[in-house]
């Protein structure tokens, strides 16, 4: 059984930064690590994904040049480094895997971590 545990999330002021952390645990051959987000009211979002063999990554409009996902493969865990912060950027952020290359479709999700910006 995979599981995925979210920890990172706060509340920042807009312009700041805060950075996400995913512990995976129960897999090895994870492909895919993606972060989501959703606000209240709302869909669930896509922000980015990365896999994890050959490191490449996708973004979001909403947080392209903004947001970095990293993976750190070693430690089974995958990271969001967020910067210059928006309000509109509030939400409970989730971090989800899967076992084959996608963008939309995760077996797995984390139980959320809740971001939230504003002054």
């Known amino acids: 059984q995979v599981q995925l545990v979210e920890s990172g999330g706060d509340r920042v002021q807009p312009g700041g930064s805060l950075k996400l952390s995913c512990a995976s645990s129960?897999?090895?051959?994870?492909?895919?690590s993606a972060w989501f987000r959703q606000a209240p009211g709302k869909e669930r979002e896509g922000l980015a994904c990365?896999?994890?063999?050959?490191?490449?990554?996708y973004y979001a409009d909403s947080v392209k040049g903004r947001f970095l996902i990293s993976r750190d493969n070693a430690k089974n865990a995958v990271s969001l480094q967020m910067n210059s912060l928006k309000p509109e950027d509030t939400a409970v952020y989730y971090c989800?895997?899967?076992?084959?290359?996608?963008?939309?479709?995760?077996?797995?999700w984390g139980q959320g971590t809740q971001v939230t910006v504003s002054s």
């Open positions: 989800a895997a899967n076992h084959i290359a996608t963008r939309d479709q995760y077996d797995y």
């Open positions: 129960g897999s090895l051959d994870l492909l895919t």
């Open positions: 990365i896999n994890t063999k050959d490191g490449s990554t």
